[in-house]
């Protein structure tokens, strides 16, 4: 089996930061990209930030400038960092990993529980 626990959620006044965590574990051979979505409440996921398994990060046009993505190969966990934040940033962060199991023949997505960021004064 495979899991993505995120951590690092939380209540944040606006102009704050936060630092998201999602560690994967368990049957791992290999981690290509992983990245992170989030979901607001009454609104479709969107996509946050990527990052491949050699560094290179891309992020949705609206966050660049605020959020850094990051990883730590070794460990298998990826990493946003979350700055100057705003009550519309507000959602359900979720983290994703591209994984090939042990004995496995391809890469699969999985997903974190997600965690709570709010952002309100």
């Known amino acids: 089996q495979v899991q993505l626990v995120e951590s690092g959620g939380g209540l944040v006044q606006p102009g704050g930061s936060l630092r998201l965590s999602c560690v994967a574990s368990?049957?791992?051979?290999?981690?290509?990209?992983m990245g992170w979505h989030r979901q607001a409440p009454g609104e479709e996921r969107e996509l946050v930030a990527t990052i491949t398994s050699g560094g290179s990060a891309d992020y949705a046009d609206s966050m660049k400038d605020r959020f850094t993505i990051s990883r730590d190969n070794v460990k298998n966990t990826v990493y946003l960092q979350m700055n100057s934040l705003k009550p519309e940033d507000t959602a359900v962060y979720y983290c994703y990993a591209n994984i090939r199991r042990r004995g496995g023949s391809s890469f699969r997505d999985y997903w974190g529980q997600g965690t709570q960021v709010t952002v309100s004064s």
């Open positions: 368990g049957s791992i051979w290999s981690v290509d990209t």
